[in-house]
């Protein structure tokens, strides 16, 4: 099945400790998108890529990047994660960027950071 | 400032009966909405979605009515059933050079056996 994977499900980290959560898609879609979903909070949009081509929201902080190095995967690097950076990491992709294009989501990754 | 809002954050329904889910906004250059199902330690999984030019789309058991005009949707599911449990996001998109989805904050929907 054609799917959206986050790897790893948990993640338990240090106080300022950098720390990497990935993401695959076996859909072939052109656009990835990582959300922080605090709880009982609306998922929040980080950044998307659209194919190679990055695209940050204009209040994630400089703490958070990405990276795309193919079609298939993406990371979220958390260069020095603080206690409020604790939350649930949503990875998505769509086949574009039109308002339409509806949105696949994976799992989910849950950061706590300690 | 939260453009998409569910107030509700919980709904109890009888199994069987009608489930019905509301999301309000603010945004009046929205014109694409969806709903998104999600179980625990899952994530968001697209349930149905509506364009600006409709007032109404069925998918079975589920309905998304769309008043423009008071701006806001509504989710309805007949008869619920308890798979149906689960929390129900409102999304928005469509704003004018964007992309994005704007999410609700989300109504935990309980159908009781």
């Known amino acids: 099945d054609a799917m959206v994977i986050q790897n790893p499900r948990y993640q338990v980290t240090q106080f300022g400790k950098p720390v990497t959560l990935s993401c695959s898609q076996t859909?072939?879609?052109?656009?990835m998108y990582w959300y922080q979903q605090k709880s009982s909070q609306a998922p929040k949009l980080l950044f998307h890529y659209y194919d190679k081509d990055f695209n940050n929201e204009a209040d994630t902080p400089d703490n958070f990047q990405s990276r795309r190095p193919n079609t298939s995967f993406c990371f979220l690097d958390i260069r020095s994660p603080g206690l409020g950076d604790a939350a649930m990491y949503l990875c998505?992709?769509?086949?574009?960027?039109?308002?339409?294009?509806?949105?696949?989501f994976g799992p989910g990754t849950r950061l706590l950071v300690l | 400032d939260q453009q998409v809002k569910q107030n509700s954050p919980s709904l109890s329904v009888q199994e069987g009966r009608i489930s019905i889910l509301n999301c309000d906004y603010t945004n009046s250059m929205f014109d694409y909405f969806l709903w998104y199902k999600k179980y625990p330690a899952e994530g968001p999984t697209f349930l149905i979605s509506?364009?600006?030019?409709?007032d109404k789309n069925e998918d079975g058991r589920f309905t998304v009515f769309l008043n423009k005009s008071a701006k806001h949707l509504s989710l309805h599911i007949v008869p619920s059933q308890p798979g149906d449990s689960a929390v129900y996001f409102c999304a928005a998109s469509g704003s004018p050079g964007t992309y994005k989805y704007i999410f609700g904050t989300g109504t935990r929907l309980k159908v009781l056996a």
């Open positions: 509506i364009s600006s030019i409709k």
């Open positions: 859909l072939n879609h052109n656009v």
């Open positions: 998505a992709t769509s086949r574009g960027l039109a308002g339409e294009e509806t949105q696949y």
